[in-house]
């Protein structure tokens, strides 16, 4: 069987995926720990993105990016920096396509929501963030990962 998002979606009775990376899903088994389920990948140089499985979210009365009465999910991104250099997060970027409809991000200080970390991870560190987005289809979610220019874009589907 080959490994991809589809054919993982239709296994019955997964509950547990190792990656092949040792970054990838070491990075994917600790943020296991404090999400439900998750998804991870290893980039360039040691670098692996994890992000959990979406939760929903009710944005504050001030969040930017959202309309009363839409639907929002939340989910926590983890950065591992398995490489022997610093990796500068602040040109991390995510978007999300929902129900073939790009998905606004929302942004929510109430919330201590609002973008991805401006600190420098350290060779052997982490940083953990949430993003949310107002969605229109909560059970059709593409995810994509930008960590920076020179890296790939990771894509997570839920």
Known sequence: MRLSSGSTRRAIGLTRLVLPSPNGSSTACALAASA???????????VAVAVSQPAPFVPSASAA?????????IFTIAVVNGSQENYDPTLFTTSLQSGNREASQI?????????TPSTVVLPGREAEFQVAYAVSDPTDLVVEVS???????????F
């Open 36 to 46: 439900r389920v998750c998804v991870g990948a290893s980039l360039r140089n040691g």
């Open 65 to 73: 990016g959202y309309e009363a009465g839409g639907q929002a999910v």
């Open 107 to 115: 942004f929510d200080s109430a919330k201590n929501l609002g973008g």
């Open 147 to 157: 960590p920076r220019f020179e890296y790939r874009d990771a894509i997570f589907t």
